[in-house]
T-cell receptor
């Protein structure tokens, strides 16, 4: 059972454009939804995270939109830059001692100069 | 800024051999995790550890795997008898005390395990 589904698998965006990555989850008990950025050969780095009590969170050029009723959340990267080229993973977890993250399958973003 | 560190960065071993992957979590963190990522695939949870015991483990974390926090700083993952399919990048992660109001996990750079 795939707890978190992510799309698209790959994305090519022009510099200055908006990159949008979507995720959908199954388990309504999930209450923490982070996005991670991963460069080749590196570990995932936290980008931004949201809890279901808000519908949107913005940090700089990065925005998470959250739709609780649809069980979907998305990452928007405004004014995309070549340095944003990386793989992006969404994740979901349920608060608690175990707190395992369920990751999406990843989106490879390429920003063309 | 404090970081999770992992050693070695790359480990090559023969099938059937034991390997120990080492991690130093961020110093004031209390929750520790191991994940793995097979090349080109998603990151998969292996185990979480809190208060010197396993909190949660996945189906991947079978009897061949064990974790230990041998002292106040290190957190290790042992694979007793490696198989070809254990070849992957292994990530350690840690989280601060829950009282800080965050479930964020901070990931290390990973250890690439190659089983021949």
């Amino acid at each position: 059972q795939q707890q978190v589904k992510q799309s698209p698998q790959s994305l090519i965006v022009q510099k200055g454009g908006i990159s949008i990555i979507n995720c959908a989850y199954e388990n309504t008990a999930f209450d923490y939804f982070p996005w991670y950025q991963q460069f080749p050969g590196k570990g995932p780095a936290l980008l931004i995270a949201i809890r279901p009590d808000v519908s949107e969170k913005k940090e700089g050029r990065f925005t998470i939109s959250f739709n609780k009723s649809a069980k979907q959340f998305s990452l928007h990267i405004m004014d995309s830059q070549p340095g944003d080229s990386a793989t992006y993973f969404c994740a979901a977890s349920r608060s608690g001692t175990g707190n395992q993250f369920y990751f999406g399958t990843g989106t490879s973003l390429t920003v063309i100069p | 800024e404090p970081e999770v560190t992992q050693t070695p960065s790359h480990q090559v071993t023969q099938m059937g051999q034991e390997v120990i992957l080492r991690c130093v979590p961020i110093s004031n963190h209390l929750y520790f995790y191991w994940y793995r990522q097979i090349l080109g695939q998603k990151v998969e949870f292996l185990v979480s550890f809190y208060n010197n015991e396993i909190s949660e483990k996945s189906e991947i974390f079978d009897d061949q795997f064990s974790v230990e926090r041998p002292d106040g700083s290190n957190f290790t993952l042992k694979i007793r008898s490696t198989k070809l399919e254990d070849s992957a990048m292994y990530f350690c992660a840690s989280s601060p005390p829950r009282a800080k109001g965050t479930d964020t996990q901070y990931f290390g750079p990973g250890t690439r395990l190659t089983v021949l």
